[in-house]
């Protein structure tokens, strides 16, 4: 068995292929991803990303391609060859997934505690002390006041969930996370924290990320590669600076002129 290190990929997606109806959503999208690497997907609306993303986190099954894992064992692992149970089981221990609007990651009826405490429990933590203060840990860590670990995020601001929403994500120690513009519901100085959160806990935690933007500054800020999305198609990809500052493809070059007119 080959082991693992930092010159294996931790996920090799190779050929996903998706179509609703008549219309291609992806077309033969291959990417790599490396232990501890950030990589952002970017492209304007209806390019993909999403789809792209939710066919690597096996949420939606697309039609060809595959998807290939390495586990804590550095045994690589088909993805799509699970069972579902054995994919329930790696999205909610390994992996993350953020979602935009972060209701739909939430329970937003019980307490944020039991958010938080609620992955850790499926992993069998039962003792409720240690749940309690796992939970109130992870609320600070998120900059929530733990004084509010009893109220249901309904309450909350949406900052406060998108914060507790990663709180409830990270709080197993994923070793890989899913992000679908997790930033981009929230106004500019709350999407700015954030940002600088994800940063400092990808960096800490050594964490893995795949995240969706259309937001080039986004990209720049977390991701040290990033592929570029245009038609279900990746039409470039590499280093973030090197994309950015020297961009190949002719629509990542309009992407990024865009951004910079004035
Ligand atoms: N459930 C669906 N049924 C039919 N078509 C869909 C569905 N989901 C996505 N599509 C189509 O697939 C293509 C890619 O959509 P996708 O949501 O992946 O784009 P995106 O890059 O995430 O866009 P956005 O930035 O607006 O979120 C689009 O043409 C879209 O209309
Ligand atoms: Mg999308």
Same mark, same amino acid.
């Given at each position: 068995?080959?082991?693992?290190?930092?010159?294996?990929?931790? $996920?090799?997606?190779?050929?996903?292929?998706?179509?609703?109806?008549?219309?291609?959503?992806?077309?033969?999208?291959?990417?790599?991803?490396? +232990?501890? !690497?950030?990589?952002?997907?970017?492209?304007?609306?209806?390019?993909?990303?999403?789809?792209?993303?939710?066919?690597?986190?096996?949420?939606?099954?697309?039609?060809?391609?595959?998807?290939?894992?390495?586990? @804590?064992?550095?045994? /690589? %692992?088909?993805?799509?060859?699970?069972? !579902?149970?054995? %994919? =329930?089981? /790696?999205?909610?221990? &390994?992996?993350?997934?953020?979602?935009?609007?972060?209701?739909?990651?939430?329970?937003? &009826?019980?307490?944020?505690?039991?958010?938080?405490?609620?992955?850790?429990?499926?992993?069998? !933590?039962? #003792?409720?002390? =240690?749940?309690?203060?796992?939970?109130?840990?992870?609320?600070? @860590?998120?900059?929530?006041?733990?004084?509010?670990?009893?109220?249901?995020?309904?309450?909350?601001?949406?900052?406060?969930?998108?914060?507790?929403?990663?709180?409830?994500? $990270?709080?197993?120690?994923? =070793?890989?996370?899913?992000?679908? !513009? +997790?930033?981009?519901?929230?106004?500019?100085?709350?999407?700015?924290?954030?940002? &600088?959160?994800?940063?400092? $806990?990808?960096?800490?935690?050594?964490?893995?990320?795949?995240?969706?933007? #259309?937001?080039?500054?986004?990209?720049?800020?977390?991701? #040290? @590669?990033?592929?570029?999305?245009?038609?279900?198609?990746?039409?470039?990809?590499?280093?973030?600076?090197?994309?950015? &500052?020297?961009?190949?493809?002719?629509?990542?070059? /309009?992407?990024?002129?865009?951004?910079?007119?004035?």
């Amino acid at each position: 068995m080959d082991t693992p290190d930092s010159t294996s990929p931790l $996920l090799s997606v190779r050929g996903i292929c998706k179509r609703y109806g008549d219309r291609v959503a992806l077309q033969d999208a291959s990417f790599d991803l490396w +232990p501890g !690497e950030v990589l952002a997907v970017v492209g304007e609306s209806g390019s993909g990303k999403s789809t792209l993303l939710n066919a690597v986190a096996a949420r939606s099954a697309p039609d060809a391609g595959s998807v290939q894992f390495r586990g @804590r064992d550095g045994a /690589l %692992q088909d993805v799509f060859a699970m069972t !579902e149970a054995q %994919q =329930r089981l /790696l999205a909610r221990t &390994d992996w993350g997934f953020v979602h935009q609007n972060a209701a739909d990651g939430l329970r937003m &009826d019980v307490s944020a505690g039991a958010n938080v405490g609620e992955r850790l429990m499926g992993l069998g !933590e039962r #003792h409720y002390g =240690r749940l309690r203060s796992t939970a109130a840990d992870w609320l600070q @860590r998120v900059e929530i006041d733990p004084a509010r670990i009893d109220d249901a995020p309904r309450t909350f601001s949406g900052g406060m969930r998108q914060r507790l929403q990663i709180a409830r994500n $990270l709080v197993t120690q994923p =070793r890989l996370v899913f992000m679908d !513009e +997790p930033t981009s519901g929230l106004d500019v100085s709350v999407q700015a924290r954030l940002l &600088d959160m994800l940063r400092q $806990l990808t960096r800490q935690m050594q964490l893995a990320a795949i995240i969706v933007t #259309h937001d080039l500054a986004v990209a720049r800020l977390l991701a #040290h @590669r990033m592929v570029v999305m245009q038609r279900g198609r990746v039409v470039e990809s590499g280093l973030t600076d090197q994309v950015l &500052d020297d961009p190949q493809h002719p629509y990542t070059q /309009l992407l990024v002129s865009s951004v910079l007119q004035p």
